[in-house]
């Protein structure tokens, strides 16, 4: 035989065994090497990928038979004869299913649990499914959003309970698209005009507020409980004016704010209400997911969240005209909505008259938003996918370690120092982090007992900003803003709060001992 006459993906017979006593001499060709054959087993019995004719070019095998994925050896060309040859798709499927198995052993070895010292306050859990699903991708070379992302943005509101999903790179992105659409003159009078109020909380993430300041238009601060650290919903209705269109709120550190309230206030006042969502991935209010109860919601995907794409975010929304405005202000602004690779989705490319352009103007460049491209990636969205299958036992888990947590603390009396997380009796929080805030008769500082905790290897967060207003990006630019009251608890919260981690990475051990920890703190004083 001819190497000539060879290619990757035949099929051939040896003429010889290949093991004494095996019988089995069918192959399948994996490369070419000289004169020498890379080849698997191709048998009726064993675990692997089955083939049928319908999978061959050329040839018949008559029976069903399975690719030994995982026995791979050569042979010299003169002990073989080709008898048919692979379509290039199911060629596809067993080289990447080769590439699998190589990629679970690397994981085995390089990636499986990897003790840590210490307990960081937040981490991702991945597996050999993650790590093969961005090596699927990548076998793609696709690069940007593609299959990956247009299933995910598919599964992920299927999952939620929502109807549109635009995957996007952070979930800070997420929130600038969730704001920036409400601007859109598609919604007509109803937009967010600049100089328009909307209502939030100082206590946070900065950017469930910056890109409120972004599109000029004017956060309003309305101070927070301590314990559930949301909005103070008794304050809700103060803030209103007849320049307030929307309220922006976080479910704070996984903790649903009083969904109700919010809603009921906004429909009283005809507001729109983004929920940010982006710490509170699988919490529940009244048995059902936030994030679907806003006109907008948001999710993130960075590594400390409930599930990770390394870098991602997701907006989501039921209405049709808000996610056409969405993918708008994601995708450069464009007017089009055709996934990247695809032309003339609408079926009338070069027959649009928008704007002062000529008619005929290719819709592929017609742009009615100033917009951003805040797109996600396919690797980013492949990792999105397989996380997606584990975030029920991530939900899970967190909550059992926060329940040990708080368990634990009040066991041990460790509530006579510290304001205990507090939540609401219709809320299922699918927790961020435990969050405590020290009582003010407390005789030590934040300070010396975070130095401590991070000393004895346990990993601590503030509530992000504490009070953004006093945060330099605040101080040193002429923003402006309207406060309601004096944020007297954000202000505590910025002296007196902190969290620690309940990630599903952190075992039983591993809680006791934070629980030990902060008791020797205290015996120690
Ligand atoms: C409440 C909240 N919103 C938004 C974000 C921003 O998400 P990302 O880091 O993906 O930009 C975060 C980040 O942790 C957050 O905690």
Redesign the pocket.
């Known amino acids: 035989m001819q190497k000539s006459d060879l290619k990757i993906g035949d099929i051939i017979l040896a003429k010889n065994p290949i093991i004494e006593d095996f019988s089995y001499n069918l192959l399948l060709v994996l490369d070419l090497r000289g004169n020498e054959i890379l080849c698997t087993f191709i048998n009726n019995h064993n675990n692997g990928l089955e083939i049928t004719d319908d999978d061959l070019e050329e040839g018949k095998l008559g029976d069903k038979r399975i690719i030994e994925i995982r026995r791979l050896f050569t042979i010299h060309l003169n002990n073989c004869e080709k008898i048919a040859r692979l379509k290039k798709d199911s060629l596809d499927k067993i080289l990447r299913a080769l590439t699998k198995y190589t990629s679970n052993i690397y994981f085995k070895v390089f990636h499986n649990k990897k003790p840590f010292k210490r307990i960081p306050a937040s981490g991702k859990v991945l597996d050999e499914e993650d790590l093969f699903n961005l090596i699927d991708a990548s076998l793609d070379m696709w690069l940007t959003a593609g299959r990956f992302a247009e299933e995910f943005e598919k599964e992920f509101p299927k999952f939620l309970g929502r109807r549109y999903c635009a995957l996007v790179n952070?979930?800070?992105?997420a929130?600038l698209i969730a704001i920036s659409a409400l601007t859109s003159y598609k919604l007509g009078e109803s937009r967010l005009k600049p100089g328009d109020e909307v209502i939030t909380v100082a206590a946070?993430?900065p950017?469930?507020i910056t890109p409120i300041v972004q599109n000029g238009l004017i956060p309003v601060f309305v101070d927070v409980e301590l314990g559930t650290y949301n909005i103070n919903i008794e304050q809700l209705e103060n803030a209103i004016t007849e320049k307030t269109k929307a309220i922006f709120l976080?479910h704070t550190l996984g903790n649903p704010f009083h969904v109700d309230k919010v809603i009921e206030v906004a429909k009283k006042h005809d507001l729109w209400v983004i929920e940010?969502n982006?710490?509170a991935l699988g919490s529940k209010y009244k048995g059902k997911f936030t994030g679907t109860f806003g006109d907008i919601s948001?999710v993130?995907?960075?590594p400390?969240?409930h599930m990770t794409m390394g870098?991602?975010?997701a907006v989501l929304t039921d209405d049709p005209l808000l996610y056409e405005i969405m993918l708008s202000f994601r995708d450069w602004g464009r007017d089009c909505w055709c996934p990247p690779g695809k032309d003339n989705t609408c079926g009338k490319r070069f027959n649009w008259k928008l704007g002062n352009l000529p008619y005929g103007y290719d819709h592929k460049y017609i742009y009615s938003h100033l917009g951003y491209n805040l797109k996600a990636t396919d690797f980013q969205a492949a990792v999105g996918l397989s996380q997606l299958k584990k975030l029920p036992n991530f939900m899970e888990k967190r909550k059992e370690n926060f329940n040990m947590l708080y368990e634990g603390f009040k066991k041990e009396g460790l509530d006579k120092y510290f304001i205990l997380p507090q939540w609401l009796i219709e809320a299922e929080p699918s927790w961020f982090g435990f969050i405590l805030t020290i009582k003010d008769d407390a005789h030590f500082k934040r300070k010396d007992l975070l130095e401590y905790l991070e000393r004895n290897g346990i990993g601590t967060r503030l509530l992000?900003a504490g009070n953004m207003i006093r945060q330099p990006a605040f101080t040193n630019n002429d923003i402006k803003y309207r406060v309601i009251g004096d944020l007297k608890n954000t202000d505590r919260i910025m002296i007196n709060t902190f969290w620690i981690g309940v990630w599903p990475g952190i075992n039983r051990d591993r809680l006791s001992s934070i629980i030990e920890i902060f008791k020797n703190f205290f015996i120690s004083r």
Not at 170 to 173: F, P, Q, V
């Open positions: 952070s979930g800070s992105s929130n946070g993430f950017t469930t976080a940010d982006c710490d948001t993130s995907f960075y400390a969240h870098e991602g975010g992000f």
